[in-house]
Structures are given as structure tokens and as C-alpha cells.
């Protein structure tokens, strides 16, 4: 017989009596998470998985589709309170993320990225030069890219943020 399960008790009491109000739910009785921080819990007879995924079960709001992920509002990746945790489309939770300025990395756009080798000015100023009549393969090599950098961002497949 495997060790006793805590976490399935206490989510299903805490979903169950609603007492809680609006705070995070954070004070977990096992310490199973990810690494990102968001706790794993386990169902009787189920491998681990996410404990705001259970909770959503718990409070009968079964995930809608493979394309929905979490979202929490609240922005503590422990918190499982439901009244914090909803379905939402993958890019909702990406625009919620840069929005709200959680992003890193590619999702960062334009400057704001770290990793960002051009400037807002930089795009405009390239933009002019091909639309002027400079070849392409030039722009890149004065600006140290590469001519399909160059390419995606006249034709806007990138930074099409910048007008």
C-alpha cells in the first residue's frame, strides 16, 4: 500500500465548502509540484496532474477542448482557488500574459524583447530604404541580418507591431 493521499481530501473540501472567499489558495498539504511552481495533485486511481485541473472538475467546469488552457487570474501559479482559475484559449492566455507583463522571451515583442537585435526605428528605417528602391540583400548586410529578416519584416510577417 502506497503512502496516504492528502491532496485529493483537502481539494475536494476546499472546493466542496467555498468558505474561503477570494484569497489565493496556497497552504497545500503535500509539496508535489512543477518546477514553475504550479502544484500536481492526484485523484484516487489517477496519475498526478495538475491541481487546478482537478479543482475545475470539482467545481464541474471540465476543460472544453484540447485547445483551452488555464488561466489564473490571479497571477501566483500555487493558487488553486476556483474563483481565480478559468478555460481560455491558448492565445488569450498569451495576450493575458503580455499584457500583464509576464512575458519573456519570443513572447516578448519587439524591444521589449531582450533577445531583440533591431529597434522600432531600425524596422521603420528599413522598411523606407527597400520601399525606396534598395535591394534587399544590401539593407541586410549594412544592418548585419539576414536578407529573410529583411524580407519578413517588409512583407509583415514580423514586427507587425510597427507600423
Known sequence: MGRP??????????VAA????DEC?????????????Y????????R??????????LDGRLRPGFEFALQISCDNPSCVNPLHIRWGTRQENMDEMVQRGRARGKEQRGESNTSAKLTNHL????????????MQKDVAADIGISRMSVSDLVRGVTWTHVP
Not at 489558495?25 to 511552481?37: H, L, N, S
Not at 502544484?39 to 489517477?46: F, I, S
Not at 498526478?48 to 472538475?57: P, T, W, Y
Open 25 to 37: 489558495w496556497i497552504d497545500w498539504p503535500w509539496k508535489g509540484c512543477k518546477p514553475e511552481g
Open 5 to 14: 493521499n492528502k491532496t485529493w481530501p483537502w481539494l475536494v473540501q476546499q
Open 39 to 46: 502544484p500536481m495533485a492526484t485523484r484516487p486511481g489517477e
Open 48 to 57: 498526478q496532474r495538475s491541481a487546478a485541473h482537478l479543482v475545475l472538475e
Open 18 to 21: 467555498r468558505e474561503r472567499g
Open 123 to 134: 524596422v521603420r528605417e528599413i522598411r523606407q530604404r527597400v520601399a525606396a528602391g534598395e
